[in-house]
């Protein structure tokens, strides 16, 4: 339990409006990911933060925003959620494992639904 | 562009036999770590592998890491209900803290 919550656990909107999932940790990491669920797709990483206000896109980043103001919150932003956006969003630490890797630790999750 | 392919997908066993799962690339990877998800939970991980060749026993769950470190496998033994969920794999390069995930394998163990 790397000490991850997320927030809300679930969400229903509908389309065209703006959603903000927060994710918390409380061990003070200095990586966080958001990465979004759907069947047949596995994980994908959405954006992820290498430190307080430094952040970068992964694979599917478009309609998302995100942001880091401190080092144990990090948010992610749907400008105007589509249906297509209706997934299953995990936020997730990393830190140091065996050898020189980082290892991965998830929060919860959130179940988000775009009508 | 990195990927990762798991096979099978999906996967339904009796109690008690054994079963492997595969995860392929075409790409070198520094470490390959191998997540269990159950349903309404996050992934959590089991166990990374860091060298080629490389052997990690977990009771019943063996984890190898292919030689030239583009493939993976666990294999598990006398699979029990309590085995059955979502088994992800992820790969990350030298030094980075980004990752591949692959599509998954879902286990299905029947008591």
């Known amino acids: 339990d790397a000490g991850i919550t997320q927030s809300p656990r679930h969400k229903v909107t509908e389309t065209g409006t703006p959603v903000t999932l927060r994710c918390h940790q409380t061990e003070n990491h200095r990586y966080m990911y958001w990465y979004r669920q759907d069947p047949g797709h596995g994980l994908r990483l959405i954006h992820y933060?290498?430190?307080?206000?430094?952040?970068d896109k992964g694979e599917v980043s478009d309609g998302y925003s995100v942001s880091r103001s401190k080092t144990e919150d990090f948010l992610l932003t749907l400008e105007s959620a589509t249906s297509s956006q209706t997934s299953v969003y995990f936020c997730?630490?990393?830190?140091?494992?065996?050898?020189?890797?980082?290892?991965?630790?998830f929060g919860p999750g959130t179940r988000l639904t775009v009508t | 562009t990195q990927l990762l392919e798991q096979s099978p997908q999906f996967l339904s066993i009796q109690e008690g036999e054994n079963l492997t799962v595969y995860c392929n690339s075409s790409s070198v990877f520094s470490s390959l770590q191998w997540y269990r998800q159950e349903p309404g939970e996050g992934p959590v991980l089991l166990v990374t592998?860091?060298?080629?060749?490389e052997v990690k026993k977990l009771k019943r769950l063996t984890f190898q890491f292919g030689d030239a470190r583009k493939d993976s496998s666990l294999h598990i033994t006398a699979a029990q209900p309590g085995d059955t969920g979502l088994y992800l794999c992820?790969?990350?390069?030298?030094?980075?803290?980004?990752?591949?995930f692959g599509t998954g394998t879902r286990l299905k163990v029947l008591a």
């Open positions: 933060s290498y430190g307080v206000k430094d952040t």
């Open positions: 997730a630490i990393s830190k140091s494992g065996t050898g020189d890797s980082y290892e991965q630790y």
């Open positions: 992820a790969g990350a390069g030298k030094g980075t803290y980004k990752y591949i």
């Open positions: 592998v860091v060298t080629g060749g």
